[in-house]
């Protein structure tokens, strides 16, 4: 069984930063892409940003510029470094990843249990 526990959600003001951390964790032989997405009140579930095991990154256009995703293969864990915040950026935040969990067995797609990011005005 594959978990993802993230961290670093909180409140800030407007133009400040906060950093999120998703780690991955259980039987894991390897993980191709993972992301961040983020789900607003009221509105579905949206890509911010992902990463391939080889670090290609790609980025929705609301966050380019402002967010860097980030990820350490060897400890199974991704970042995303969000600044210039926006009131816009409120949202629940989810962790996600393509996990195998053997040499042959199958793709899974976890999802963690989100992290509340909070922009004040």
């Known amino acids: 069984q594959v978990q993802l526990v993230e961290s670093g959600g909180g409140l800030v003001q407007a133009g400040g930063s906060l950093r999120l951390s998703c780690a991955a964790s259980g039987t894991i032989f390897s993980i191709n892409t993972m992301g961040w997405y983020r789900q607003a009140p009221g509105k579905e579930r949206e890509l911010v940003a992902t990463i391939t095991s080889g670090q290609s990154t790609r980025y929705s256009y609301s966050v380019k510029g402002r967010f860097t995703i980030s990820r350490l293969n060897a400890e199974n864990t991704v970042y995303l470094q969000m600044n210039s915040l926006r009131p816009d950026d409120t949202a629940t935040y989810y962790c996600?990843?393509?996990?195998?969990?053997?040499?042959?067995?199958?793709?899974?797609?976890?999802w963690g249990q989100g992290t509340q990011v909070t922009v004040s005005s």
């Open positions: 996600n990843a393509y996990v195998q969990t053997t040499v042959v067995g199958p793709t899974l797609v976890i």
